[in-house]
């Protein structure tokens, strides 16, 4: 069993800054991929950012120039770093976790709120 922790949401004003984590313990040999999505409300949940084992990163375009992702392997920790934040980026945020065996898991969710 594999259990996400995410932490770092919360409500900042437009313009402004956020870092999102996401630590998976449990039992983990190794991660395929770590990535985040969101889901406003009424809406589908939609990839944000996605990154694999070997570095490799792909963004959604809504938030390419704005948000970086990232992760620490040797924690099993996936980073989100949100800049410019706008309104529209308000939304519940997901942390997604692939395993070699493609078995997905997904964390909370952690709200964000972004004010006009």
């Known amino acids: 069993q594999v259990h996400l922790a995410e932490s770092g949401g919360g409500l900042v004003q437009a313009g402004g800054s956020l870092k999102l984590s996401c630590a998976a313990s449990g039992s983990i040999l190794s991660i395929r991929a770590m990535g985040w999505y969101r889901q406003a409300p009424g809406k589908q949940r939609d990839l944000v950012a996605v990154?694999?084992?070997?570095?490799?990163?792909n963004c959604a375009d809504s938030v390419k120039g704005r948000f970086t992702i990232s992760r620490d392997n040797a924690k099993n920790t996936v980073y989100l770093q949100m800049n410019s934040l706008k309104p529209e980026d308000t939304a519940v945020y997901y942390c997604?976790?692939?395993?070699?065996?493609?078995?997905?898991?997904w964390g909370q969710g952690t709200q964000v709120t972004v004010s006009s």
């Open positions: 997604k976790v692939i395993v070699p065996t493609g078995y997905v898991y």
């Open positions: 990154i694999s084992s070997g570095g490799s990163t």
